[in-house]
């Protein structure tokens, strides 16, 4: 209608407007009406559509002109999921959001936005619980309930979490012990697998994360896999288990190195070298009770289980085999001795290994440290010795040795060719060397062997010496200084027919006359003869005999001049006769033989013996008030037996030989 107008207008004479014009001034009208002009409006058709319209979202139009999409109201770039893909009328290159606003009404909250962790808003809308920083299933307790804007369903997650910006730490996660961290947040020490309150040794004093009370606990624990084993554990012995980690073999009570019958080779769970112990332990609960323990005769007590723990067994012990020899052939004449070095016990035999070495018809002596008497042989002492087999002689039966403090001196029997000869020895205890082996005195004629020696020693360093025989008779006699010994002199050698003796036995007794005596046993009824050694040539008397004893063996004991004591085997008993020829009775049982006596340091008698059964015994005591027996244990039938008191009169020395044996053993007294 407009144009009509303007038309009429140029025909009725007015200014004449061109298309050109009408074009130019098409932005300054307002066709919708709505108060801005076409130019200002993005819509001039439709009055709902200007700059100053009120926008409404989410219709698809761009009502206030700014072209925004319409679909985007928070302006951050997305839009709901919904409306992805939505374009917005008069707004070019609307539709082509990303999707994913949880609040398009907030700016701040988008896919990619800056989440502040436990602010309760999902500002990147991502759904997950804001206070799960981790997103592992659990929130830290004091979060327990707390919802997350933007996120449906969360505040519902469990607590516990004790490190939520670690998702391997949470209450459901695996804990693996030892690595220093408390991944399923129970709060316990790391170090501590069992629980039982204990760590072990190496782990004392490391710290748990995540538990702050850790690292306190104390050590030791043997087996942190097991509660029931740690330093407070009551211990159950014989179950294979260290239940207190004492480290001890759980088959040995009482910790004394051996363990019961049966029980030994089992092995002890967590301890290193156990089930190595020897067995044998008759009381496993009581640490001096045991197979390696020195029995004291005074205890009721089987100390050294040779009886199986039987309380009687105090009045016995052990004897072992000799360390470091073997290959004995008819060992015999055990005699002991002592002085300042030690104990020494001698023995002759017809063979003997020692270590590598063969010996044969050889004496030797071998010592102890009276101090420690079962630790075996401190030291070897062959002072007659022969490796040659056969010899070129024979040994006699009877050997029999002193000492001093420098010097081992010793005599034996032999035989060579026609004749019988005394074989004195000797060994320097200080430089160790066989000085007088191969000195051969007092030759007779005879070739019968000897049937017993005795040697004594008196308080101005003479040695006295006698040998005899059950068949010719002839009694040999031999007297040196030690002095002279060294050198190989012997100051007198004699001869005296017409004695046959089994056993002879020598003693001194100062006297104006340089009185000896020398007990001799002639056809099976004691004789007490008399040597007076004052007379040149010594001369032998008789001094007395007692048909009613039939003597298989005596001994002669010296106690400082009172009482020379006679001890001599009886098949019926054992007779103890002093000088006064006061006589005692000890009844022993069958048949004792080989009796061997001396005297204790307290003046009592050890007296050793065999019986017919072939055990050895010893009688120990004062004759006055009765003798105590104590057996002897050895695994062998007993030929011969020796006995000692050491100087200090607290330890009871044995030996024990068989055909093929040497034993020795010591008690306490």
């Known amino acids: 209608m407009r144009l009509s107008i303007l038309m009429a207008s140029l025909v009725g004479g007015c200014t004449w407007v061109t298309p050109a014009d009408v074009d130019g001034r098409r932005g300054d009208v307002d066709d919708d009406q709505d108060g801005y002009i076409a130019r200002e409006d993005c819509d001039d058709n439709n009055a709902d559509v200007s700059p100053g319209a009120e926008e409404v979202w989410y219709d698809g139009l761009d009502a206030d002109c700014l072209k925004d999409d319409d679909y985007d109201?928070?302006?951050?770039?997305?839009?709901?999921s919904q409306y992805i893909g939505l374009a917005t009328g008069g707004a070019t290159g609307t539709g082509l959001l990303p999707g994913g606003d949880c609040d398009d009404s907030n700016k701040n909250a988008y896919p990619g936005a800056t989440d502040v962790i436990y602010d309760g808003v999902d500002s990147d809308c991502g759904g997950e619980d804001d206070f799960d920083q981790d997103g592992d299933g659990y929130v830290d307790d004091n979060n327990v309930g707390l919802t997350t804007q933007y996120a449906d369903g969360t505040g519902a997650l469990p607590g516990g979490d004790c490190d939520d910006a670690d998702s391997t730490v949470n209450p459901g996660a695996a804990d693996a012990f030892y690595d220093g961290v408390d991944s399923d947040c129970g709060g316990e020490d790391d170090f501590d697998q069992d629980a039982d309150g204990y760590v072990a040794t190496e782990n004392v004093g490391k710290p748990t994360l995540y538990a702050p009370s850790a690292g306190g606990l104390p050590g030791d624990d043997c087996n942190d896999e097991d509660g029931a084993i740690n330093p407070v554990a009551t211990e159950i012995w014989y179950d294979g288990i260290d239940q207190n980690c004492g480290g001890d073999d759980d088959y040995d009570v009482d910790r004394d190195g051996y363990v019961p019958d049966g029980l030994s080779g089992r092995a002890t769970e967590g301890v290193d070298g156990s089930g190595a112990l020897p067995d044998g332990d008759c009381d496993?609960?009581?640490?001096?009770?045991?197979?390696?323990?020195?029995?004291?005769?005074s205890d009721p007590r089987d100390l050294d289980c040779d009886q199986g723990g039987d309380p009687s067994g105090s009045a016995s012990f052990t004897a072992r085999a000799l360390d470091g020899y073997s290959g004995w052939d008819r060992p015999f004449a055990p005699r002991f001795a002592e002085n300042v070095s030690g104990v020494f016990l001698s023995m002759a035999t017809y063979a003997v290994t020692s270590g590598t070495r063969n010996y044969f018809d050889t004496a030797l002596a071998v010592s102890f440290d009276p101090n420690d008497p079962l630790a075996g042989v401190v030291d070897e002492y062959a002072w007659f010795r022969n490796s040659s087999d056969p010899p070129s002689f024979d040994l006699t039966a009877g050997h029999d040795i002193v000492l001093t403090n420098e010097y081992l001196f010793g005599v034996t029997g032999l035989v060579l060719g026609s004749q019988r000869s005394f074989r004195l020895g000797g060994f320097?205890?200080?430089?160790g060397t066989a000085g007088l082996t191969g000195r051969v005195f007092s030759t007779s004629e005879t070739t019968e062997p000897f049937s017993d020696i005795s040697i004594t020693l008196d308080d101005d360093g003479t040695m006295y010496a006698v040998g005899c025989d059950a068949v010719d008779g002839v009694l040999q006699y031999m007297e040196a200084t030690v002095a002279g010994a060294t050198e190989g002199i012997v100051d007198i050698e004699a001869l005296l027919l017409g004695v046959p003796a089994s056993t002879c036995e020598l003693s001194l007794r100062e006297s104006s006359g340089g009185l000896g005596l020398l007990w001799t046993n002639q056809s099976d009824?004691?004789?007490i003869d008399e040597y007076n050694l004052g007379a040149d040539p010594p001369v032998l008397s008789r001094r007395s005999g007692n048909a009613a004893i039939e003597a298989l063996d005596i001994d002669i004991l010296d106690t400082a001049g009172e009482p020379v004591w006679q001890v001599i085997a009886d098949p019926?008993?054992?007779?103890?006769?002093?000088?006064?020829?006061?006589?005692?009775t000890v009844a022993v049982g069958e048949s004792p033989s080989a009796v061997r006596a001396s005297v204790a340091p307290n003046g009592d008698l050890v007296i050793a013996y065999v019986d017919g059964n072939m055990d050895a015994h010893v009688l120990y005591g004062d004759p006055d008030a009765g003798l105590d027996q104590v057996d002897i244990q050895v695994s062998f039938g007993a030929t011969e037996a020796a006995a000692?008191?050491?100087?200090?009169?607290?330890?009871l020395l044995v030996a024990v030989l068989g055909a093929t044996d040497v034993a020795y053993g010591a008690a306490a007294l």
């Open 428 to 431: 320097d205890l200080i430089d």
């Open 572 to 584: 019926d008993a054992i007779f103890i006769i002093d000088d006064d020829d006061v006589q005692y």
């Open 284 to 297: 496993d609960a009581d640490g001096q009770v045991n197979p390696g323990q020195l029995e004291i005769i």
């Open 644 to 651: 000692w008191v050491e100087s200090t009169g607290t330890s």
């Open 525 to 527: 009824t004691l004789v």
């Open 73 to 80: 109201a928070d302006r951050d770039g997305f839009v709901p």
